[in-house]
């Protein structure tokens, strides 16, 4: 995992406890969004193209993640309402997104945001996760459980997290919320959060643009010149593109 560069550690308050956050260059801010178990250094790679390119990029640890504490449901737990809350508390402390990048679940937290009221100017997709249901049918299978042990889990997690989990349908968002100018990258190959995915999302949003890489898989597409380079351009290009004649 490459590390994040030096930056400027810019700590965030979420409901009493703080957030590890760090911020880089100047500019219309760039947020970067972990996925499930993941860190902000996963995103590292596009710090320095996007400082280059006259932004400025905010990276977190949401709760229990990284370096950041347990949040309101204990150690490594969270749900994807607390990392939406998260990343809106960072937004609060830096500003209204020109830009976010997602990766994964991050994908689906980046949407929930937009579905409470974040309104970035432009969103990449990186390798996301479309139906959080299809991650607990993937999870089931692993475990080699069966139909009762899944259904009790998808009640569990109802009860927890407070919202059905149609909440969380990222395809279907656009029904009810504009979604942005959307780039969306997804590895053929990748064996954690298959291409149907970011296919779905894509076919669904008005507008999206679907990127289908070969032989990266669900992380290496985050440290690829090429992604990084569109995923930096089609940012750069948003920013032009709101720019009055």
Known sequence: MPALPPGTAAGVQLQGRALHAVTWGAGEPVYLVHGWGGRSEQLGAFVGPLVAAGHRV????????????????????????????????????HGRPHAVIAHSMGGAVAAHA??????PGALVL????????????????????????????????VRRVGLPW?????????????????????????????????????????????????????RRLLRDAGVIDDAVRFVTDARTARRPA
């Open 58 to 93: 905010i990276a977190f640890d949401g709760p229990g993640h990284g370096a950041s504490p347990a949040g309101a449901h204990g150690p490594r737990s969270t749900t994807i309402p607390e990392l939406a809350d998260a990343l809106r508390a960072v937004v609060a402390e």
């Open 114 to 119: 937009i579905r409470t009221g974040l309104r």
């Open 126 to 157: 990186l390798a996301p996760t479309a139906d959080p249901r299809r991650v607990l049918d993937r999870f089931v299978q692993q475990i080699g459980a069966g139909p009762r042990v899944r259904a009790g889990l998808e009640r569990a997690v």
């Open 166 to 218: 149609q909440t969380f349908h990222v395809p279907s968002l656009h029904r009810s919320t504009p979604v942005p100018p959307t780039l969306v990258v997804h590895d053929a190959q990748d064996r954690e959060v298959g291409p149907e995915h970011g296919r779905a999302i894509a076919e669904a949003w008005p507008g999206a643009r679907l990127m289908l890489t070969e032989g990266l898989g669900h």
